[in-house]
């Protein structure tokens, strides 16, 4: 299958920078899903699960699967440029640290009477039910 470049970078470091088949990053309406050839277009990117599916030498396919917070996605001349304030593997986040930063938020969310510290918990909510949420997802897949 055809192949396009890509480069997801977070505030860090890159997160990934090579060739794949397929990308599906989350966007306001759902998965979004981007091949090779895709037409030009821009997205932001919202707290959720992005997938990227590479081809190895010997023709087998893998994916990659990450957590990723807020950003933009932008596809070009059969390239596509991610940037995201983070990307974690499942395998890097921990479970129980994911468990308190959604009670944290719960309980901000909660407190808060005023709009900006109202959105800035929710921000925080939805990031950590999302780590939390691709964690065990992946977790119980690799059983």
């Given at each position: 299958?055809?192949?396009?470049d890509?480069?997801?970078?977070?505030?860090n470091k890159?997160?990934?920078?090579?060739?794949?088949?397929?990308?599906?990053?989350?966007?306001?309406?759902?998965q979004?899903?981007i091949l090779?050839?895709?037409?030009?277009?821009?997205?932001?990117?919202?707290?959720?699960?992005?997938?990227?599916?590479?081809?190895g030498?010997?023709?087998?396919?893998?994916?990659?699967?990450a957590?990723?917070a807020?950003?933009?996605?932008?596809?070009?001349n059969?390239?596509?440029?991610v940037l995201?304030?983070?990307?974690?593997?499942?395998?890097?986040?921990?479970?129980?640290?994911?468990?308190?930063?959604?009670?944290?938020?719960?309980?901000?969310?909660?407190k808060?009477?005023?709009?900006?510290e109202?959105?800035?918990?929710?921000?925080?909510?939805?990031?950590?039910?999302?780590?939390?949420?691709?964690r065990?997802?992946?977790v119980?897949?690799?059983?």
């Open positions: 299958m055809k192949q396009f890509l480069h997801v970078l977070t505030m890159p997160f990934f920078e090579g060739k794949c088949v397929s990308l599906i990053v989350p966007i306001k309406d759902g979004y899903g090779a050839d895709h037409c030009n277009w821009i997205s932001a990117v919202v707290p959720g699960e992005m997938k990227i599916t590479i081809e030498d010997d023709g087998k396919r893998s994916a990659i699967v957590a990723v807020g950003g933009i996605v932008k596809a070009e059969n390239s596509v440029l995201v304030d983070t990307a974690e593997r499942p395998e890097d986040i921990d479970e129980n640290r994911a468990r308190r930063a959604v009670q944290m938020a719960k309980e901000q969310t909660a808060q009477t005023a709009t900006r109202y959105y800035a918990a929710q921000a925080r909510l939805a990031r950590a039910v999302n780590r939390l949420r691709v065990t997802h992946n119980i897949n690799d059983r």
